[in-house]
């Protein structure tokens, strides 16, 4: 036999009226939170999608990106040129110089699929987006748009205090410490010979003396007395020589 049901407890008339207004009383006495945009700027998260930034340095014109686009949104154009060798006797080598990169943000559905393919580090994501247009066409960001939001680009989160240092790192430091060594060689070498050149000229110069001889065609003049020094006898033997 199924036991009976609890009883129901009466409520009270008006109950549910007097929670929703001490509710509304609490919320009240509290300071409001809304952030007056545009006059105060919201605090987005640190990963947050608001726009791609190009680091046209980096960009070896792949083309991954704009294959990889689900969308078609990335408009890439580029140009070869030909580089001398690096070493006297070398080969002529050719490289793709970028002349247009453009991301049609009316098509971009932020799925951030070309910055995860790009093999150089070419496109960031930046937390701008107070990048609204009246026309639609006017969407469509060129390369010197996007290299301004590469500078709004968060820094990398810190690594893990036992983590090893980024290859990349390392070898920017090595560089950077190679071109500092030889700055600092040839400012060296520029002040040692600036040095030498000053001390050659303070040096005194050597005074002709003052009784020197003069060369004639008969013999040699004394410069003391201006008188003529009498020739030297020839040899005997070498008229007969």
């Known amino acids: 036999m199924a036991e009976p049901l609890p009883p129901t407890r009466s409520r009270i008339p008006g109950s549910g009226l007097a929670k929703g ?7 009240m006495t509290k300071k409001t939170v809304t ?17 791609i930034g190009l680091f046209e340095e980096n960009c070896t014109v792949c083309m991954l990106c704009a294959r990889e686009c689900p969308d078609w949104c990335i408009y890439i154009d580029s140009h070869k040129e030909t580089v001398p060798p690096a070493a006297p006797g ?22 951030g699929i070309c910055i995860e393919v790009c093999p150089f580090d070419a496109l960031f994501w930046s937390p701008e987006f107070e990048y609204a247009e009246t026309d639609i066409h006017e969407l469509t960001h060129e390369r ?18 036992g983590a090893e240092e980024p290859k990349e790192l390392v070898a920017a430091r090595k560089t950077a410490d190679k071109l500092v060594a030889e700055a600092a060689t040839a400012a060296e070498a520029a002040e040692a010979a600036e040095l030498a050149a ?18 004639t065609t008969g013999g040699t003049t004394d410069t003391t007395t201006g008188a003529p020094e009498p020739s030297k006898p020839s040899d005997p033997q070498d008229g007969a020589s």
């Open 35 to 51: 952030a007056q945009y545009p006059d105060t700027q919201p605090e987005l998260p640190p990963r947050s999608r608001g726009v």
């Open 144 to 161: 010197d748009k996007l290299r301004e939001w590469m500078w709004t680009v968060p820094a990398p989160p810190a690594l893990d205090p």
């Open 198 to 215: 000053q001390t050659a000229e303070q040096a005194p110069q050597p005074e002709p003396p003052a009784g020197g001889t003069a060369t």
């Open 21 to 27: 207004l001490a509710v509304t009383l609490r919320t």
């Open 90 to 111: 070398g080969r002529e080598r050719s490289r793709n110089v970028l002349d247009r990169f453009a991301i049609d943000f009316s098509l971009c559905m932020y799925c």
